[in-house]
């Protein structure tokens, strides 16, 4: 009798005295989660987990009731008892479909990330075009026979293929410094779609473990730790198109996962002259579980295509009738592409608070394109055409500590990083050729050796419903370009350090309502080669950023985003094909507002949407003389999917931009256009049969476009108009999946 009431003494003790409860939450193969949401039903307490799966929450007591939730897993409704007070308490999470009620608003969780995931899984990435497509705002076009990286249009930014965004897979730098054809060049044909598990983003100069090229944002991809199935795919559609996929699960152990992939695409598409293109990808990954709660994970991979191209045509040769939509001025252009990477990464557990994670890689990248900007501009007998070359090799690392820890009696947590980027650049060039074959003269021809050293800090402090992100970055640049046009040994270098603090502010004053302002200073780097003939002048342009934004969870299924933001940049850097190099065009101001939604209808019904207004201007120029060629001002994307409606699932999608100025002064425009997607999947046992269409409605539109002077072969002066690749017309491809 007497210990039955020291039980119900202690258990009023715990009502009456609100106290700190910690635990951990896991999957049931006992691997942590991170960023678990948990809600104290009774106190309104709330709390996340860190890496290792761990938590604490304040203000809790026996019998409350906490709503635990992450995407992907049935939430857990789990009433405290008074041992959980005295015990390790530990909840295990089962799988369940992700849905838009697995969401909490929290400050501690980036909502817009998970929203992105929710996107992902109820429409899954179908061709490696489409990977970039699932990050809201963000607009791609092809314009040289599908080898070729892809256009990427964000907030307000004509990107052109990666110069103001920062691009990862697994933490592998995606982005191409002083790249033969670009700065920033970012072709992300090497990771095949279907081994995607996950991506992150952000918008804006904000997060100081993004550095080069995170100007208007950054997208990092994460490819999956194991299969749940093996599996195996054929797709076959108009234009010769054929792909084939092989997804092959080696090791499912309690401590080892090991998958490999591989994928062949070819398309010769609806051009007069096939683009006769084909690409092979293979990837493998190997991830072990060591003793002393460590994880190592090795990730291979290597793809290599090769294309021809019909280039971008001039409006008049249509308007004259010398060619059709789908023909061409010089239909030998094209190229051929590879990319190998190694990559290993490992991380350690070092206490429930604390972790550390490091990675190394090494790519090797090999680059040959042939275009024709002009025509005949330049050369009226042997045409314009030109060869960009390089043989790239990139070595690197990252290590970064995190600790969950307390400041003033709240929670804090940061992170400190360090890393180093040497891309070794061998025989980089342009030069003047005819038909591929003959070379008539080099432009420029040359090695780049590039060093970026960094280090940054991320620190998190809550406080309340208010968390406060200061952040800073430091950056060391080393440029070397030896140019081997010269008699004599001729090798120039320039160095620069830059630094770039950030600060973001999120208040959550319940789990309906998400505000947030963010500030911060990134940067994009120049070509080496115009670093070095600059001497110094316009390496590491600034850029500073503002946003000021909100979400709302009106009701379990309906969620809403929207954000109004600026951008200003210290030199817009525009390329210049036939020149081969990086220009500087001035300084330049960005303001705009991005809108979002998403809707769970029905249990199989899910509807999401975005539209992106930004008024762009260089600061430098007079008015009507200051539009930043091919910036987008009205962008939108969206559509619908169907999921768990029996054996069947799909989606409709489409894209839109709007008329933009494609020349200073507005002179020249740069038609919009509305695109629709359409797919329909069935499922019968272990075979998965699919209908994809693009552009459902067989629209006329030009998928990218461009101001250029150009000469045609008949003609006495040049004209200056716009020149496009056209978009695909109604594409249709049927697809067989059996999973076993």
């Given at each position: 009798m007497?210990h039955?009431l020291?039980?119900?003494l202690?258990?009023?003790?715990?009502?009456?005295h609100?106290q700190?409860?910690k635990?951990?939450?896991?999957?049931q193969?006992n691997v942590?989660l991170?960023n678990?949401?948990?809600?104290?039903?009774?106190s309104?307490?709330?709390?996340h987990?860190n890496?290792?799966?761990?938590?604490?929450?304040e203000?809790t007591s026996?019998n409350?009731?906490?709503?635990i939730?992450?995407?992907?897993?049935?939430?857990?409704?789990?009433?405290?008892?008074a041992?959980d007070?005295n015990?390790?308490f530990v909840?295990?999470?089962?799988?369940n479909p992700i849905?838009?009620d697995?969401?909490?608003i929290?400050?501690?969780v980036?909502?817009?990330n998970?929203?992105v995931?929710?996107?992902l899984?109820?429409?899954?990435?179908?061709?490696?075009?489409?990977i970039l497509?699932?990050?809201?705002?963000?607009i791609?076009?092809?314009?040289a026979?599908g080898g070729?990286a892809e256009?990427i249009?964000?907030r307000?930014f004509?990107?052109d293929?990666?110069?103001?965004?920062?691009l990862?897979?697994?933490?592998?730098?995606?982005n191409m410094?002083?790249?033969a054809?670009?700065?920033g060049?970012?072709d992300?044909?090497?990771?095949i779609?279907e081994?995607?598990d996950?991506?992150?983003f952000?918008?804006?100069?904000?997060?100081?473990d993004?550095?080069?090229?995170?100007?208007?944002?950054?997208?990092g991809?994460?490819?999956?730790r194991?299969?749940?199935?093996?599996?195996?795919?054929q797709?076959?559609?108009?234009?010769?198109?054929l792909?084939t996929?092989?997804?092959?699960?080696?090791l499912?152990?309690?401590?080892?996962d090991a998958y490999?992939a591989?994928s062949?695409?070819?398309f010769d598409?609806?051009y007069?002259?096939?683009?006769n293109f084909?690409r092979?990808n293979l990837?493998?990954k190997?991830?072990?579980?060591?003793?002393?709660?460590q994880?190592v994970s090795?990730m291979?991979?290597h793809f290599?295509?090769?294309?021809d191209a019909?280039?971008?045509?001039?409006?008049?040769?249509?308007?004259?009738?010398?060619i059709?939509?789908?023909?061409?001025i010089d239909?030998?252009?094209?190229g051929?592409?590879s990319?190998s990477?190694?990559?290993?990464t490992?991380y350690?557990?070092?206490?429930?608070n604390?972790?550390?994670?490091?990675?190394a890689y090494?790519?090797h990248?090999?680059f040959?394109?042939?275009s024709?900007f002009t025509?005949?501009?330049?050369?009226?007998?042997?045409?314009?055409?030109?060869?960009?070359?390089?043989?790239?090799?990139?070595l690197?690392?990252?290590?970064v500590?995190?600790?969950?820890?307390a400041l003033f009696?709240?929670d804090?947590?940061?992170s400190?990083?360090?890393?180093?980027r040497?891309d070794?650049?061998n025989?980089i060039?342009?030069s003047?050729?005819k038909n591929?074959e003959?070379l008539l003269?080099?432009?420029?021809y040359?090695n780049?050796?590039q060093i970026?050293?960094y280090?940054?800090?991320k620190?998190?402090?809550s406080t309340?419903?208010?968390t406060?992100?200061?952040q800073l970055?430091?950056?060391?640049f080393?440029?070397?370009?030896e140019?081997?046009l010269?008699e004599?040994?001729d090798?120039?270098?320039?160095s620069?350090?830059?630094?770039?603090?950030?600060?973001?502010v999120?208040?959550?004053p319940n789990?309906?309502?998400?505000f947030?302002?963010?500030?911060g200073?990134?940067?994009?780097?120049n070509?080496?080669?115009?670093?070095?003939?600059?001497?110094g002048e316009?390496i590491l342009?600034?850029?500073?950023?503002?946003?000021l934004?909100?979400i709302?969870?009106?009701?379990?299924k309906?969620?809403f985003n929207?954000?109004?933001?600026?951008?200003?940049?210290?030199?817009?850097?525009v390329?210049?094909?036939d020149?081969?190099?990086?220009?500087p065009?001035?300084?330049?101001?960005?303001?705009g507002?991005?809108?979002g939604?998403r809707?769970?209808?029905?249990?199989w019904l899910?509807i999401f949407?975005?539209?992106n207004?930004t008024y762009a201007?260089?600061t430098e120029?007079p008015?009507?003389?200051?539009y930043?060629?091919?910036?987008?001002?009205?962008?939108?994307t969206?559509?619908?999917s169907?999921e768990?409606l029996?054996?069947f699932?799909g989606g409709?999608?489409?894209k839109y931009?709007?008329?933009r100025?494609?020349?200073e002064?507005n002179?020249?425009v740069?038609?919009?256009?509305f695109v629709?997607?359409?797919n329909?999947n069935?499922t019968?046992?272990?075979?998965t049969?699919?209908v994809?269409?693009e552009?459902?409605?067989d629209t006329?539109w030009n998928?990218?476009?461009?101001a250029t002077?150009?000469?045609?072969?008949n003609?006495a002066?040049p004209?200056?108009?716009i020149h496009?690749?056209p978009?695909?017309?109604?594409f249709l491809?049927?697809?067989?999946?059996?999973?076993?």
């Amino acid at each position: 009798m007497k210990h039955k009431l020291l039980w119900v003494l202690a258990c009023c003790a715990l009502n009456l005295h609100a106290q700190r409860l910690k635990g951990n939450i896991q999957t049931q193969s006992n691997v942590p989660l991170e960023n678990v949401s948990i809600f104290n039903t009774t106190s309104g307490a709330h709390t996340h987990t860190n890496a290792n799966g761990n938590f604490t929450i304040e203000n809790t007591s026996f019998n409350d009731v906490l709503n635990i939730t992450s995407l992907g897993f049935k939430p857990v409704n789990q009433q405290l008892l008074a041992s959980d007070f005295n015990n390790e308490f530990v909840i295990v999470l089962s799988p369940n479909p992700i849905s838009l009620d697995q969401i909490v608003i929290t400050p501690q969780v980036d909502a817009l990330n998970s929203i992105v995931q929710l996107d992902l899984e109820n429409s899954p990435v179908k061709n490696s075009q489409e990977i970039l497509r699932k990050v809201p705002g963000l607009i791609i076009g092809q314009h040289a026979g599908g080898g070729k990286a892809e256009q990427i249009f964000l907030r307000g930014f004509d990107i052109d293929h990666g110069t103001d965004i920062n691009l990862t897979v697994d933490g592998l730098p995606v982005n191409m410094v002083s790249h033969a054809h670009g700065q920033g060049y970012s072709d992300l044909h090497f990771l095949i779609p279907e081994t995607l598990d996950k991506i992150t983003f952000g918008k804006g100069p904000y997060y100081a473990d993004k550095g080069d090229f995170a100007t208007a944002g950054f997208v990092g991809f994460k490819t999956k730790r194991q299969l749940k199935n093996s599996a195996v795919s054929q797709e076959i559609g108009d234009f010769n198109s054929l792909r084939t996929v092989g997804l092959f699960k080696l090791l499912d152990t309690s401590n080892a996962d090991a998958y490999v992939a591989g994928s062949l695409f070819t398309f010769d598409g609806p051009y007069n002259s096939p683009q006769n293109f084909n690409r092979i990808n293979l990837m493998g990954k190997y991830t072990y579980t060591l003793p002393g709660d460590q994880t190592v994970s090795f990730m291979g991979s290597h793809f290599t295509s090769k294309w021809d191209a019909s280039g971008q045509i001039p409006q008049r040769a249509i308007d004259s009738g010398l060619i059709d939509r789908f023909g061409a001025i010089d239909d030998t252009e094209g190229g051929n592409t590879s990319r190998s990477n190694f990559l290993v990464t490992h991380y350690k557990k070092l206490d429930s608070n604390s972790k550390l994670e490091s990675s190394a890689y090494y790519s090797h990248y090999a680059f040959e394109l042939f275009s024709n900007f002009t025509f005949f501009l330049e050369d009226p007998i042997n045409g314009d055409q030109i060869r960009q070359f390089e043989d790239r090799n990139i070595l690197g690392f990252n290590t970064v500590y995190s600790e969950d820890t307390a400041l003033f009696n709240n929670d804090f947590k940061y992170s400190a990083g360090v890393g180093i980027r040497y891309d070794d650049v061998n025989d980089i060039q342009l030069s003047r050729t005819k038909n591929r074959e003959r070379l008539l003269e080099r432009l420029a021809y040359g090695n780049v050796n590039q060093i970026n050293t960094y280090a940054f800090i991320k620190t998190k402090y809550s406080t309340g419903n208010f968390t406060l992100e200061p952040q800073l970055r430091l950056d060391y640049f080393k440029f070397d370009y030896e140019n081997k046009l010269t008699e004599q040994y001729d090798n120039q270098s320039e160095s620069k350090i830059f630094a770039s603090p950030k600060f973001n502010v999120t208040y959550s004053p319940n789990s309906q309502f998400q505000f947030f302002a963010k500030t911060g200073i990134g940067f994009h780097s120049n070509d080496a080669r115009v670093v070095v003939a600059n001497e110094g002048e316009d390496i590491l342009p600034a850029a500073y950023g503002a946003d000021l934004g909100a979400i709302y969870k009106a009701t379990d299924k309906l969620v809403f985003n929207t954000a109004l933001w600026t951008l200003f940049l210290e030199q817009e850097f525009v390329y210049v094909g036939d020149a081969g190099i990086v220009e500087p065009s001035g300084k330049t101001r960005r303001m705009g507002i991005d809108l979002g939604a998403r809707f769970e209808a029905l249990d199989w019904l899910y509807i999401f949407g975005d539209i992106n207004y930004t008024y762009a201007r260089s600061t430098e120029e007079p008015n009507g003389a200051n539009y930043i060629p091919l910036a987008p001002d009205l962008t939108s994307t969206g559509g619908l999917s169907i999921e768990n409606l029996g054996a069947f699932s799909g989606g409709i999608n489409y894209k839109y931009i709007k008329d933009r100025a494609a020349n200073e002064d507005n002179s020249i425009v740069a038609e919009g256009y509305f695109v629709t997607d359409l797919n329909v999947n069935y499922t019968y046992k272990r075979f998965t049969f699919s209908v994809i269409i693009e552009n459902l409605f067989d629209t006329e539109w030009n998928e990218t476009q461009f101001a250029t002077e150009s000469r045609l072969f008949n003609e006495a002066e040049p004209i200056e108009e716009i020149h496009f690749t056209p978009g695909t017309p109604f594409f249709l491809r049927g697809k067989v999946t059996v999973n076993f």
